[in-house]
């Protein structure tokens, strides 16, 4: 089958998995030159198979040597119909963590769940013995409370007053105005159950129980903060409650992980193209003119550079830990300098469907946005035949 994406939505439909393949192994690769990196040899990343959480995999196995156990819910392949990305991106990196002599092992299920919580557990208790790093990376839309079976879904609004701003289509590159309702106290209290650091939480109660968090770990969870602009739908709306939930969670975190030494923090981290970022309203815009600025300025960087950079100067720096005054570790601080928002804001400003092609980065968004799945990866020859699904 010759495979061409599908999307919908802005939501890809199918992946390529040879695509996927070559965008892992270039991951692995810039890894691999940026290293060696100091630090954790037994990692445990919930959220394992794409953006944040994958690149935390690939750095800690590639930069660090570490064992890894993973995490992920994602759908393998059938003869008529791709896998999705995640899973051809943890085949590739099982197989070359394993050709390196590491352990890499994923269980595949709901991350929320108590039996994946069990079935993980396990396998952390068999073949690591014991966690110096946990990652939390979870992206979900949904999630089932495990204590009672409640189904909570998330939703994408502002708090308080309705939205409107400007908006664009991440595949026409058509500039509109959104305008969107604000949530109401379910939809507020949904957004938080799904996204907030409750499941981070009981992760590593789970953890602490079978004593398996090791003297000196740390545990480090993923936030977005981002600019004035975006807030009304982002930090100050449903899922800035949930982040902010999250980096309140570091607390309760922090004291029971006191007795082993052990530590919990949050990162907050730069805007990038994600499967997350792409729908939600705004943020495509944002990230098309913050790609042309940093590109310009020379200090872009994706996903495997943020990490690589987040474990290098931050988990396993020199001296004490790089934090903020509310405790969390910044490596969105080259975005969020005056020079770059001050740019980004200007181009903001003039933005229409008719200049957005001047004004923003568009094929490097769409690059990028293609790249999730599998396509538009350098050296990757399209019309081929793809048999292995």
């Not at 198979?49 to 590639?62: D, E, K, P, Q």
């Not at 791709?82 to 050709?99: C, I, L, Q, V």
């Amino acid at each position: 089958m010759i495979i061409t994406p599908k999307v919908r939505n802005n939501i890809f439909i199918n992946a390529h998995p040879v695509g996927c393949r070559v965008e892992v192994e270039r991951q692995i690769s810039y890894a691999r030159e940026n290293g060696p990196i100091g630090g954790a040899k037994k990692v445990l990343v919930i959220g394992c198979s794409s953006g944040f959480g994958l690149a935390s995999r690939i750095v800690s196995a590639f930069g660090c040597g570490a064992d890894t156990v993973g995490v992920m819910y994602e759908r393998e392949g059938t003869e008529a119909r791709t896998a999705t990305p995640g899973w051809y991106n943890t085949k590739t990196f099982e197989s070359h963590a394993r050709e390196d002599g590491l352990f890499a092992q994923t269980v595949n299920g709901d991350a929320f769940s108590n039996d994946v919580k069990k079935e993980t557990i396990a396998l952390v208790k068999e073949h690591l013995g014991y966690v110096d790093l946990i990652v939390y990376s979870l992206a979900s839309p949904v999630r089932t409370d495990p204590a009672d079976g409640t189904l909570y879904r998330s939703v994408l609004k502002p708090i308080g007053s309705s939205y409107q701003a400007k908006a664009v289509d991440a595949m026409s590159w058509e500039v509109t105005e959104t305008d969107i309702e604000p949530a109401n106290d379910e939809e507020i209290k949904a957004t938080v159950k799904v996204m907030g650091g409750e499941d981070w939480a009981l992760w590593i109660d789970a953890l602490l129980a079978e004593n398996l968090v090791a003297p000196g770990c740390k545990t480090v969870a993923y936030s977005y903060i981002g600019p004035e602009v975006t807030y009304p739908i982002y930090r100050s709306g449903t899922i800035g409650k949930a982040k902010e939930h999250l980096e309140s969670t570091v607390d309760i975190l922090n004291k029971k992980l006191a007795p082993c030494d052990a530590r919990a923090v949050v990162s907050v981290n730069k805007a990038l193209v994600t499967k997350a970022s792409a729908v939600i309203p705004v943020v495509p815009l944002y990230i098309a003119l913050l790609y042309r600025v940093m590109k310009e300025l020379g200090n872009h960087e994706g996903c495997i550079e943020q990490i690589v950079r987040l474990y290098r100067d931050r988990l396993y720096g020199d001296g004490p830990m790089l934090l903020d005054e509310a405790g969390r570790i910044r490596i969105d601080d080259w975005e969020m300098s005056d020079e770059v928002q001050n740019r980004v804001s200007a181009l903001w400003e003039q933005a229409t469907s008719e200049n957005l092609k001047d004004l923003g980065d568009l094929d490097g968004y769409k690059k990028d946005f293609l790249n999730l799945n599998g396509f538009d990866v350098d050296g990757v020859d399209y019309s081929q035949d793809v048999t292995d699904f």
